[in-house]
């Protein structure tokens, strides 16, 4: 699911990134991103990309990516594989869908094994489920 907004966001773990794409002339940019992670929303990771126009944010499953960072993984709007870069390094593949258009992303592998080692040491993963406020949850969408 991906969601657009501004500011900052309240996270257990974050780590800036800089992540690699290629438009659609081959010309190869850089693009600031903080992978985000919340114990109280312990399924999901938040990619943001910082922006002058504000941030855009795209939130997909935690499992989703500790699966893609070993084998091609993903179904809908994100896809997430390993990869290897021009330079020869070990990265990691995410491609991200929407009606507005497809992008694919290369982050160092090793920044994103860092994240998500960083993750498991507050949420295990199996225990996601004693982490996630079901009640609040309910409450928060009939609030809306």
């Not at 126009?53 to 989703?64: H, I």
Request: proline letters at 3%; glycine letters at 10%.
């Amino acid at each position: 699911m991906n969601m657009s907004g501004s500011g900052h966001t309240l996270s257990d773990v974050a780590l800036d990134i800089t992540v690699e794409c290629m438009d659609d002339r081959g010309i190869r940019h850089e693009i600031d991103t903080v992978l985000g992670y919340r114990s109280s929303d312990p399924f999901a990771v938040a990619m943001t990309f910082v922006t002058g126009e504000g941030n855009l944010v795209w939130t997909f499953g935690r499992d989703l990516l500790m699966r893609g960072t070993e084998t091609p993984t993903g179904d809908g709007d994100v896809h997430v594989s390993p990869a290897i870069g021009l330079s020869g390094r070990a990265m990691v593949s995410i491609e991200l869908s929407s009606p507005d258009g497809h992008l694919v992303l290369l982050a160092r592998a090793s920044d994103v094994d860092d994240f998500l080692a960083r993750t498991v040491a507050i949420v295990a993963p199996g225990t996601e489920s004693d982490f996630f406020d079901a009640d609040l949850l309910i409450s928060q969408v009939l609030a809306s």
